[in-house]
């Protein structure tokens, strides 16, 4: 067990749709790093989120969007779903913002139909 | 279980023998390396990290070597058993880049009783 806990583990909507994903840290880390691992792309980063202030964006959508709370908790919103946005989305934390072992969550399987 | 690739090189060792892993990283600067270990259905574990300070690191039954001149990486598991099943993934980051870590694509392993 990693530490970091992401809810739910699957979700399954249809496109249009909008949904959120959750995630909270291992207690301490004050990072939180969104990664999207699809079957043709691998691991591909998101964003990170360092003590509630955004610290870094990768490839995120326009339509995806996260923030982390007061209590370091971190949530994905994931607006207008595609097909294409099927996919697993991990969370990660580490202690600082930067040069750290990140540890990962187990992943929400997202099935968009 | 899930693939988490479709097109994954694949590396198949016969139990107990040493395998070894190989990824090509991309950015001359980067200064941390980290190799994760994804299990179909799970979230990718921590296995070991090395700084662009050090050539080789040794964990318990495993060894990374890092060689900076032709930018290359290799994980090293010393008799290998079923439970070393698994994608492995290696990752960089970079000094004055952003948090996050860069993935490279993963290698299946299987190890055949």
């Known amino acids: 067990d990693s530490g970091v806990t992401q809810t739910p583990k699957h979700l399954i909507t249809a496109t249009g749709q909008r949904v959120t994903l959750r995630c909270s840290p291992r207690?301490?880390?004050?990072?939180v790093y969104w990664y999207q691992q699809s079957l043709d792309q691998g691991l591909q980063f998101l964003i990170q989120y360092y003590n509630g202030e955004e610290r870094a964006k990768g490839n995120i959508l326009e339509r995806f969007s996260a923030q982390q709370f007061p209590d370091l908790h971190s949530e994905l919103n994931l607006s207008s779903l595609e097909l294409g946005d099927s996919a697993l989305y991990f969370c990660?934390?580490?202690?600082?913002?930067?040069?750290?072992?990140?540890?990962f969550g187990a992943g929400t399987r997202l099935s968009v139909l | 279980g899930e693939s988490v690739g479709l097109h994954l090189p694949t590396l198949s060792v016969q139990e107990g023998d040493n395998s070894i892993i190989n990824c090509a990283y991309s950015?001359?600067?980067?200064?941390?390396f980290i190799w994760y270990k994804q299990e179909s259905g799970k979230g990718p574990q921590f296995i070991i990290d090395i700084r662009s300070n050090m050539d080789k690191r040794q964990g318990q039954r495993v060894t990374v070597l890092l060689n900076k001149t032709v930018k290359h990486l290799s994980l090293q598991i010393a008799a290998t058993q079923p439970g070393d099943s698994a994608v492995y993934f290696c990752?960089?980051?970079?000094?004055?880049?952003?948090?996050?870590?860069?993935f490279g694509k993963g290698t299946k392993l299987s190890v055949k009783p």
């Open positions: 207690s301490g880390d004050l990072s």
């Open positions: 950015n001359s600067a980067s200064d941390y």
């Open positions: 990752a960089e980051n970079f000094w004055g880049s952003q948090g996050n870590l860069i």
């Open positions: 990660a934390s580490s202690p600082g913002d930067r040069g750290d072992i990140q540890y």
